[in-house]
């Protein structure tokens, strides 16, 4: 699989690959966090999310992982499809509000 | 789009007239937000409402106000546009405080 150790605006993984994509949040009171996938003019898209009790959450195909000590999320895709491809936005929550991410645009390669 | 519509979906207008986008939902959620998109700075909270006739700024609010006079409709009002309000404008709705559905979008564009 192909991964980023820190956030990048883009990762490029071949077909069948796992992939992972990084984001620091900056808020340590943050209740949740959500993943969201946004395609080529379209709206963000939910995918996943994951509670500041947890530290690891499982999805179709998808994985959230929560690291409370460094502020850090992580999302998981397995077997990465051409379908795929987008933006993938992390997202912090907290009193009714979310803080997002700049976001990393993932090129799925046949 | 969960029950979500935006209108108009493309505007362009000139600086310094008013502009209204609108979301409307169908999903009776109680909670409707108004993000700004633009490359490089992800989604940005404007505003947001959490109820009828309740509503509060956002992040980047300067410019822009909102109103929800019912449960369905939450109104953005550029009152003199700007050309650095030219952005992808998005509406989201949340039953609770949690998950948000967004809607399709409104592309922007002040001349």
């Known amino acids: 699989g192909e991964s980023v150790g820190l956030h990048l605006p883009t990762l490029s993984v071949q077909e069948g690959d796992n992939s992972i994509i990084n984001c620091a949040y900056s808020n340590s009171a943050s209740d949740y966090f959500i993943w969201y996938k946004q395609e080529s003019g379209k709206g963000p898209q939910f995918i996943i999310d994951i509670r500041s009790n947890m530290d690891k959450r499982q999805g179709q195909r998808v994985t959230v992982l929560l690291n409370k000590t460094v502020k850090h999320l992580s999302l998981q895709i397995a077997a990465t499809q051409p379908g795929d491809s987008a933006v993938y936005f992390c997202?912090?929550?907290?009193?009714?509000?979310?803080?997002f991410g700049a976001g990393t645009t993932v090129t799925v390669r046949a | 789009d969960a029950g979500i519509t935006q209108s108009p979906r493309h505007k362009v207008t000139e600086t310094g007239t008013p502009v209204t986008l609108r979301c409307h939902q169908t999903?009776?959620?109680?909670?409707m937000y108004w993000y700004r998109q633009d490359p490089g700075h992800g989604l940005r909270l404007i505003h947001y409402?959490?109820?009828?006739?309740?509503?509060d700024k956002g992040e980047v609010s300067d410019g822009y106000s909102v109103s929800r006079s019912k449960t369905e409709d939450f109104l953005l009002t550029l009152e003199s546009a700007t050309s650095s309000q030219t952005s992808v404008y998005f509406c989201?709705?949340?039953?609770?405080?949690?998950?948000?559905?967004f809607g399709p979008g409104t592309r922007l564009t002040v001349l």
């Open positions: 989201a709705i949340s039953l609770t405080s949690n998950e948000q559905f």
């Open positions: 997202a912090e929550g907290n009193d009714y509000k979310l803080s």
């Open positions: 999903e009776n959620h109680r909670y």
């Open positions: 409402s959490y109820g009828v006739k309740d509503t």
